[in-house]
């Protein structure tokens, strides 16, 4: 009998299925984007991010920039890269993937 493999959980580009995040990784599932639902991650993978620019979101004004799948180009959502006031700061470094632009793999 074969050796059991046990792959982790991950969430790939809708578009392309590049692998952009662990499940392990999700700190909220509770935010919102314009589009609908998203997850807030502590790390991605496999993609790059626009130029730095201030935005006035839900929860106050952030310095966020917009992430990219790295094979396909398609925007997946955003990092923070500052958040302005006290409460918001735990959100620093993180990224937003919109769920309706991630698909599930190895569940």
Same mark, same amino acid.
């Given at each position: *009998?074969?050796? @059991?493999?046990?792959?982790?959980? @991950?969430?790939?580009?809708?578009?392309?299925?590049?692998?952009? +995040?662990?499940?392990?990784?999700?700190?909220?599932? !509770?935010?919102? !984007?314009?589009?609908?639902?998203?997850?807030?991650?502590?790390?991605?993978?496999?993609? $790059?991010? !626009?130029?730095?620019?201030?935005?006035?979101?839900?929860?106050? @004004?952030? *310095?966020?920039?917009?992430? $990219?799948?790295?094979?396909?180009?398609?925007?997946?959502? %955003?990092?923070?890269?500052? +958040? $302005?006031? =006290?409460?918001?700061?735990?959100?620093?470094?993180?990224?937003? @993937?919109?769920?309706?632009?991630?698909?599930? =793999?190895? %569940?």
């Amino acid at each position: *009998m074969g050796d @059991l493999i046990i792959c982790p959980r @991950l969430y790939s580009c809708y578009k392309c299925k590049n692998h952009v +995040a662990l499940h392990d990784d999700i700190v909220s599932k !509770s935010f919102q !984007s314009k589009n609908g639902r998203a997850f807030l991650f502590s790390h991605a993978q496999n993609v $790059y991010s !626009s130029r730095k620019e201030d935005r006035q979101m839900m929860t106050g @004004l952030h *310095m966020v920039a917009d992430v $990219y799948c790295a094979d396909c180009r398609e925007v997946l959502g %955003w990092k923070y890269e500052k +958040a $302005y006031e =006290e409460s918001q700061k735990y959100k620093e470094g993180k990224f937003v @993937l919109e769920k309706f632009k991630i698909v599930k =793999e190895n %569940w």
